[in-house]
T-cell receptor
Framework: KQEVTQIPAALSVPEGENLVLNCSFT??????LQWFRQDPGKGLTSLLL?????REQTSGRLNASLDKSSGRSTLYIAASQPGDSATYLC??????????FGQGTRLTINP | SAVISQKPSRDICQRGTSLTIQCQVD?????MFWYRQQPGQSLTLIAT?????????ESGFVIDKFPISRPNLTFSTLTVSNLSPEDSSIYLC????????FGQGTRLTVV
């Protein structure tokens, strides 16, 4: 059974810093991994999707990497802004398009 | 990409009643998914809804409690039946168009 773990559970940093969020998964037989953002009480916004054959994806200030063999992914946020404050979730697609989610990292960017 | 409209956005319901949540996708999709997010927790898949067939439920979820309809390729409903306070959660629908997209969620409070 796939298990997804995100570390840290919460992170608070000053504005302007670069930061890394971590995601690990127990079964390396995945189709893809997706990072989401969730604002309080809201739905999920897709940030980046990495296919199992890819090593990284970039979108603006965000960069996600994937090391399938070691069961790890990171989300790098450059030059953080207060608007980046949210909960970040990683989800692994192990097949049949079903996603297994981590518990999330609650990120706070302090002005 | 896909835009998913979910309603209601929130509701407060009495014990023993039912709530039906609707999701409309702006394009045709083969599979839609329903997730539950309990307070302070991550997302858990309830079921997969395919058009023209019965929904497929994950372990711990049953059709009598969470009946699902999928009348066409752009629409699905989830009913949460015989409500109890333990059903208080955010319910989210999802569809995959190259990557997973989510509705804005329904925050259900049972009193």
């Amino acid at each position: 059974k796939q298990e997804v773990t995100q570390i840290p559970a919460a992170l608070s940093v000053p504005e302007g810093e670069n930061l890394v969020l971590n995601c690990s998964f127990t079964d390396s037989a995945i189709y893809n991994l997706q990072w989401f953002r969730q604002d309080p009480g809201k739905g999920l916004t897709s940030l980046l999707l990495i296919q199992s054959s890819q090593r990284e994806q970039t979108s603006g200030r965000l960069n996600a990497s994937l090391d399938k063999s070691s069961g790890r992914s990171t989300l790098y946020i450059a030059a953080s802004q207060p608007g980046d404050s949210a909960t970040y979730l990683c989800a692994v697609n192990g097949g049949a398009q079903k996603l297994v989610f981590g518990q999330g990292t609650r990120l706070t960017i302090n002005p | 990409s896909a835009v998913i409209s979910q309603k209601p956005s929130r509701d407060i319901c009495q014990r023993g009643t039912s709530l039906t949540i609707q999701c409309q996708v702006d394009s045709q999709v083969t599979m839609m998914f329903w997730y539950r997010q309990q307070p302070g927790q991550s997302l858990t898949l309830i079921a997969t809804a395919n058009q023209g067939s019965e929904a497929t439920y994950e372990s711990g979820f049953v059709i009598d409690k969470f009946p699902i309809s999928r009348p066409n390729l752009t629409f699905s409903t989830l009913t949460v039946s015989n409500l109890s306070p333990e059903d208080s959660s955010i319910y989210l629908c999802s569809a995959e168009v190259a990557e997973a997209f989510f509705g804005q969620g329904t925050r259900l409070t049972v009193v």
